[in-house]
């Protein structure tokens, strides 16, 4: 046998091999599917990626093949995740609003594979996920100008669903009114709540009367439906598009870093992992004096920074509230599990609403 003849041997039975690990990777695949399906996950996950090239090409002990690896891999990962979204392609995504609603867009930026569902309202789409009609929901947890979106915290305190995943989308907001519309024209500016909060200096430099809308993207099918030239609405440049309105002017919000923050809720709880650094916790205290107080002190004590602490009224008793709260760190290990159990002895409920690894820009 020739030396080229050994080589071409040794290839052979080394694909063999690659052929066998490559159906148990993609096994593995389709479980991560599932998982993510069950749980409101997007296929993306670049930190994970770059985990796996970083410690897989340690496992190259010959420097030269290492670039070759990293491509190797890189082809693989493609493969897995085009595997993915194939397998993703009936994942069921609810919202509030209609399409060209801001939360559809970024539905559609999260799940680019999924069905994204217009609902009603946020309740609707909270009540989409809990019976099974679809498999998560992204809901608008807070905005950067307006604060937060108490419905969506209500639902989450009374409901059973969880937060896997945060993010962050800009909102540009605009003003849109049936074509041939001039500004003098206008009298009336119809929206969400959230929207004419975040518009209310330029609504009032403008004298415009407000009508409240479910949402955004509704007001502007309204506006269109109505045709008249003294009514306008505020919402997204998509909206516009989808509903042949006219942008009279663009970026009317106040802030030039009008930022929502989003939530995915799913029917299944992500197990808390060293890779989640953030969590999401709702919870009660007893009625007796410095129980809040010790509440906040336990979560430091164990070494979490409290990032965000709101109340909200319970709407069972009276000058009742429940508590949202939003902190950093590890609940998977030890530290995670004594301080748990600490505030269950201070709180007369707790719940570990979510937890994820960071929030991501969309």
């Not at 071409?8 to 052929?19: G, H, K, P, V, W």
């Not at 990962?77 to 609003?97: C, P, T, W």
């Not at 929502?260 to 650094?277: G, L």
């Not at 979490?304 to 709407?315: C, G, H, I, M, V």
Request: glycine content about 8%; aromatic content about 8%; charged content about 25%.
């Amino acid at each position: 046998m020739t030396d080229l003849e050994k080589a071409r041997q040794l290839i052979n039975e080394t694909d063999r091999d690659m052929a066998r690990l490559f159906e148990k990777r993609m096994d593995a695949v389709r479980l991560v599917a599932e998982y993510k399906k069950q749980h409101g996950l997007p296929v993306e996950d670049g930190g994970r990626e770059e985990q796996i090239i970083k410690k897989n090409t340690g496992l190259i002990e010959n420097e030269e093949y290492r670039s070759y690896y990293v491509r190797f891999l890189r082809n693989t990962i493609e493969l897995s995740k085009s595997m993915q979204r194939r397998l993703l392609d009936g994942m069921r995504v609810a919202y509030s609003g209609v399409e060209g609603a801001f939360a559809n867009i970024v539905a559609e930026r999260i799940f680019p594979d999924a069905t994204a569902v217009p609902c009603a309202d946020f309740a609707a789409a909270y009540k989409a996920v809990e019976d099974g009609t679809c498999d998560c929901a992204l809901l608008p947890v807070e905005n950067s100008f307006n604060g937060d979106v108490g419905k969506v915290m209500d639902l989450a305190f009374f409901g059973s669903l969880f937060i896997t995943g945060v993010y962050e989308a800009e909102i540009v907001q605009n003003l849109l009114a049936v074509k041939g519309t001039t500004m003098d024209e206008i009298k009336t500016v119809i929206s969400h709540p959230q929207a004419l909060g975040q518009c209310a200096a330029y609504i009032e430099r403008h004298g415009f009367e407000t009508v409240e809308a479910v949402n955004t993207a509704v007001a502007a099918r309204q506006v269109a439906e109505m045709g008249r030239h003294d009514i306008a609405a505020i919402g997204s440049t998509e909206a516009a598009e989808k509903f042949g309105l006219k942008k009279l002017e663009g970026h009317i919000n106040e802030s030039s870093q009008n930022t929502t923050r989003f939530a995915v809720f799913s029917r299944a709880q992500r197990t808390p992992s060293k890779r989640d650094n953030h969590f999401v916790m709702l919870f009660t205290v007893n009625n007796t004096a410095g129980s809040l107080g010790r509440a906040i002190s336990v979560i430091g004590e164990h070494g979490f920074n409290l990032r965000a602490l709101k109340s909200r009224p319970t709407k069972e008793l009276i000058w009742d509230y429940y508590f949202y709260a939003e902190g950093e760190g590890d609940l998977s290990g030890e530290e995670g599990k004594a301080m748990l159990r600490s505030l269950k002895e201070c709180c007369s409920h707790v719940k570990v609403l979510g937890t994820y690894e960071k929030e991501m820009r969309v």
